[in-house]
């Protein structure tokens, strides 16, 4: 590391400060720091991706449409949620309102964990995020389990629960 990785070790030193004040954040703000609809602007983005891959593939006519509504039951909601915050941060006082805010975040990760795994990769059980098959431990975009499977894969898929 001190040679190749990270010399002077800079990189470190910068993520033990972030994760530092992460945790300092996580441990004392009233309401969790968490930007819901961001996800919801990153998962239109690679929607957008999705689709131009496909659109050149060997499956142009692939359906996209129930990834398509999830996305926008996603953004709704989270907009709902966006909303509830910004009520909360101005009700200094109203802690059931915070405590309830901090639920929804709380299981808002968890609502992207398949107990099953993802397709052949079982151990994965992010929804949305997930290495590649031919990348090792390189984090790839949304949906690159969808992309990267064939399209036996992708009928199964289909099958299971939206996330929305």
């Known amino acids: 590391m001190a040679t190749y990785g990270d010399p002077g070790f800079h990189t470190h030193v910068a993520m033990g400060q972030f994760l530092g004040l992460l945790g300092y954040h996580l441990a004392t703000d009233d309401i969790i720091p968490f930007d819901v609809t961001n996800y919801g602007v990153q998962m239109t983005k690679y929607l957008d991706v999705l689709k131009k891959y496909i659109a050149a ?11 398509e509504s999830a996305i926008c039951s996603f953004n709704v909601s989270a907009n709902a949620v966006a909303k509830l915050q910004r009520k909360a941060e101005h009700s200094v006082h109203d802690m059931k309102l ?3 805010l901090n639920t929804i975040y709380r299981d808002f990760g968890r609502g992207f ?7 052949d990769r079982e151990f994965y ?9 031919d990348t090792g431990w390189v984090p790839r975009s949304p949906f690159y389990a969808y992309a990267n ?3 036996n894969c992708r009928a199964d898929m289909h099958q299971r629960p939206s996330l929305a």
């Open 57 to 67: 593939s060997k499956f142009p006519d692939l359906d996209v449409s129930k990834i």
């Open 98 to 100: 915070k405590k309830h």
């Open 113 to 119: 964990v398949s107990q099953g795994g993802l397709p």
């Open 125 to 133: 059980r992010h929804m949305l995020y997930a290495p590649g098959l």
């Open 149 to 151: 499977c064939s399209s």
